[in-house]
Each structure stands twice: as C-alpha cells, then as structure tokens.
C-alpha cells in the first residue's frame, strides 16, 4: 500500500472501526494484538506499544549515565510551587494595604 493511499473506516454502532488489512500488513498489527490509542491534534493515533517504548528510548538515549531526569523533574516542581506561594504571599499582603477593599 502507498503511503499516501487513503482508505475509509466505518465506525459502527458501538464505536468500533475496522482497521483495513492493508493497513494492518503495513503496520504489522495481527488478531488480538493491543494497541495505544491517542488524540494528537484532533487525530486517532494507535500505536504499537513497542513502537512507543522504541521511540522513548530513542529519545532519551542521549541523557548522561547517572542523571535522574525524576529528580530534575521534582526539584523544577518545588520551585515552581514555592514562587507561587510567594506570589500569592505578595497578592495577600497588596489586599491588606489596600486598606480592605475589593
């Protein structure tokens, strides 16, 4: 199949399409295999898993041995969460000023 072919899918009663088996050769998707659904940019998107963990890998295969990209992540978080609690300190104390209006 070309892979610019376009085919039409049908969805039925239930919400159940039908994958065309040109597709599903393509694809390399058989009877009973699970797949990921997902919405990106308005689109049905069904992936293999192992075609999602490959892709994963890929992308952060370039992190150093040794850097928690979790730790990152978190420290990032509390910081985020203590500059909006100082933010809403500051809001708080400008409504207190203000001589109680508003």
Known sequence: MESNER???RVGPQGRIVIPAA???????GPGQELVARVEDGRL???RREDIV???KARFSRVPAGRVLSEELIVERREEARLGAEREA?????RGTDGGTG
Not at 23 to 29: D, I, S, T
Not at 90 to 94: G, Q, T, V
């Open 90 to 94: 500051e809001l708080e104390n400008e």
């Open 7 to 9: 085919l039409k899918v």
């Open 23 to 29: 597709l599903r050769e393509e694809l390399g998707v």
């Open 54 to 56: 490959r892709r994963l």
């Open 45 to 47: 998107v069904l992936e």
